[in-house]
C-alpha cells in the first residue's frame, strides 16, 4: 500500500451515496475474515482428525473471536452515526434476514436429505447410534454427553 492510500475502497460504480455518507467496503479486512475463516476449518479438521491435532487446540476460538471483532467494528462504522429508532431497526432485521434465511434453510435442506439418505442404508441398530453432529462435523473430542458410548 502506497503512502497516503486509503483503506476503504469507494462503494461500487453507481451507488447512491452522498459525500457526507462513508463508504461500506474495507477491502483491507476482507484478508483478515479469510483468516478468521481459515482458523476455523482448520480447526475443525483438526478436531475431527484430518490433521495434527495441535492447530484445533483453541485456532478456531481465536477466528471465532476475530468474525466477532470484525463485526463490532463495521457494525459501529456503517450504523454508529444513525438514528436507533424502530423504523430503522425493522429496517436491518428485514434486509439481513432476506441475506440469511434463504441460504440457511437451503443448507438445512441439503443436510436434511443427505442424513436421509445415509440413514436409508443403516441397519436399525446403526441408525439409533447416528450422531447427527458427526455426520455434519465428524466425531467430537469425546464420548456423547449422557450416552454411555466411547468413541474409538
Request: overall charge positive; hydrophobic content about 45%; glycine content about 12%.
Amino acid at each position: 500500500m502506497a503512502a497516503g492510500q486509503s483503506l476503504v475502497q469507494e462503494p461500487v460504480a453507481g451507488a447512491s451515496f452522498g459525500p457526507d455518507q462513508p463508504p461500506r467496503h474495507f477491502p483491507a479486512l476482507d484478508g483478515a475474515r479469510g483468516v478468521a475463516a481459515m482458523a476455523v476449518v482448520v480447526s475443525h479438521c483438526a478436531n475431527a482428525g484430518f490433521f495434527l491435532r495441535i492447530p484445533g487446540e483453541g485456532t478456531g476460538q481465536m477466528g471465532v473471536l476475530l468474525f466477532v471483532l470484525l463485526s463490532g467494528f463495521l457494525m459501529a462504522f456503517l450504523y454508529g452515526q444513525r438514528s436507533f429508532t424502530n423504523r430503522q431497526v425493522m429496517r436491518y432485521a428485514t434486509h439481513r434476514i432476506a441475506r440469511v434465511f434463504p441460504l440457511f434453510y437451503l443448507v438445512l435442506a441439503r443436510v436434511y436429505r443427505a442424513v436421509r439418505y445415509v440413514l436409508r442404508y443403516l441397519s436399525a441398530a446403526q441408525a439409533r447410534d447416528v450422531d447427527a453432529g458427526a455426520l455434519a462435523f465428524g466425531p467430537g473430542p469425546g464420548p456423547r454427553a449422557g450416552s454411555g458410548h466411547r468413541r474409538g
